[in-house]
């Protein structure tokens, strides 16, 4: 899901403006992207952003690598994908990791320009906060940054990685 918060009452409050922008199209940015987007049509009709960037996801990313590289991909879980790929044990889980970030900063940097995100854009979930030492290496950041025209806008908004695995309904609270 993605979601946008906007100070109301002269910054005493929140507006919290749910979206359903996961289900958008994914856009791929690359030779490999476009490829690994015609594995997942080929299997899911419909390729949206969360086709490839949630739990279920990753292991959808990981399939249609496997396929990419001409192999057959084992039944794994998402764990299984993001250990093997953290640890390179797996060249192909390493690389649908790698795609994963790359994917995730895509998206992010597509919503930071929508929302025009000065305050920065907050990435959660259960996946992301499990590989904050291998984020600082792969393409989030980069991409996240690569907007065409545009790129000078989001190129010092700030990218957060919620470590808080309730964040949600902390919010709620509040």
Not at 25 to 36: R, V
Not at 88 to 106: K, R
Request: include cysteine.
């Amino acid at each position: 899901g993605m979601a946008m918060v906007a100070p109301v009452n002269h910054g005493t409050g929140w507006l919290v403006i749910p979206s359903e922008g996961g289900n958008a199209d994914l856009a791929p940015g690359s030779h490999l992207e476009a490829e690994l987007w015609g594995a997942l049509m080929h299997a899911h009709g419909h390729v949206s952003w969360e086709t490839a960037l949630s739990g279920p996801g990753l292991v959808n990313l990981y399939r249609a690598m496997s396929s990419v590289w001409g192999g057959a991909a084992e039944e794994l879980s998402p764990a299984d994908v993001t250990e093997r790929g953290l640890s390179m044990t797996d060249p192909v889980c390493h690389q649908t990791l790698e795609t994963f970030c790359a994917l995730l900063g895509a998206a992010a940097g597509n919503l930071a320009l929508t929302a025009i995100a000065r305050g920065g854009v907050y990435i959660g979930g259960g996946i992301v906060p499990r590989m904050v030492d291998f984020l600082s290496t792969s393409p989030l950041r980069r991409r996240f940054e690569e907007r065409g025209a545009m790129s000078e806008l989001v190129k010092d908004m700030p990218l957060y990685i919620l470590a808080e695995p309730d964040a949600g309904l902390v919010g709620a609270m509040h």
